[in-house]
C-alpha cells in the first residue's frame, strides 16, 4: 500500500468519491507521518519539484521522494545513490513498522 501510495501521489484525491475520499485523505496522512518519522527532514507533501530541494532530508527519506516524484533508479544511482531498490525497500519496511507500532513524529 506505501508503495501504491508513493507511485500516486500527486493523484490521489483525483479519482476518489466521496464515500472513500475520508479513507484516501487519511492513508495520505499516515503515510506522511511515516516518511517524517523515518529521517531528519519533516514530510509535508510535495513542496517543490525539484529533488535537490529536499537534500537535507535522510537518504531514505530521499529515495521515497524519487518515487513520489517518478525519478528513475539509474538517475538516483547516477546522483551516488547506492543500491536504491533495497534502499527504498527498507524504507518502506521502516514506514510500515512505524504505522504497526503507532509511533508518529
Do not use: C
Request: net charge positive.
Amino acid at each position: 500500500m506505501l508503495k501504491g501510495i508513493a507511485s500516486n501521489y500527486d493523484y490521489l484525491y483525483l479519482d476518489a468519491s466521496w464515500n472513500t475520499l475520508f479513507s484516501v485523505a487519511e492513508s495520505k496522512a499516515d503515510f506522511d507521518m511515516a516518511l517524517s518519522s523515518i529521517g531528519k527532514g519533516y514530510w509535508r507533501g510535495l513542496d517543490n519539484h525539484k529533488f535537490g530541494y529536499y537534500k537535507y532530508f535522510g537518504r531514505l527519506q530521499q529515495v521515497v521522494i524519487a518515487a513520489i516524484m517518478g525519478i528513475p533508479d539509474r538517475k538516483l544511482e547516477g546522483m551516488g545513490f547506492k543500491d536504491v531498490r533495497i534502499m527504498r525497500s527498507v524504507a518502506f519496511q521502516r514506514m510500515r513498522d512505524v504505522l504497526n507500532k503507532g509511533k508518529l513524529r
